[in-house]
């Protein structure tokens, strides 16, 4: 129970008010990683650990929700890499705050190089997202053109390597 200063009067049971987070144990984060790697495409993961690791580029289909998405997958480096150059040439000479914020949050998307393969749950490294350029998005005749695009990777369908989206 508690009392009027949100205080436990019952000792035995903690307030969840006041009472902190706690760390998730290793039994939860292996739990979570099963659940999300139920979800994964095993094969999808391969291909984007071989561009992470190897810093190759790999053209590609992607069917997401009926969109067609072609482009070449490239690494989570050459991805912010874009950004971080575009927004410095964008905002230093302005708007320098905005600059050094925007490096900061693409810089903070590229894993650590000495990032192991597997995690501190005992079980590999999923990637989540994938990273494209040269992007064409299609849907029922419509086409759109992108320099870069970023997508979840469990939400891809299904996948063909080496697939372009010529005229």
Known sequence: MVDSTGQNKDKSEPNPATAGFRPLSRSEHRSNWLHEYSEQD????AWIRLVELQ???IEVM???SGLLVFGIMV???????FYIDLHEE???QEDPA??????EY???LIPPPDQPEIGPEGLPTMYRYIHLRDVTIMSSGHKV????WRGKAATVDGFVVGASASE
Not at 75 to 81: E, H, I, K, L, V
């Open 42 to 45: 095993i094969a999808l993961q």
């Open 62 to 64: 992607l069917q997401i």
């Open 75 to 81: 690494s989570t480096q050459a991805y912010a890499q």
């Open 145 to 148: 053109k992108l320099p870069y």
């Open 90 to 92: 964008m905002y230093r």
């Open 55 to 57: 810093g190759i580029e």
């Open 98 to 103: 905005t600059a050094n914020f925007l490096q």
């Open 106 to 108: 693409y810089s903070a």
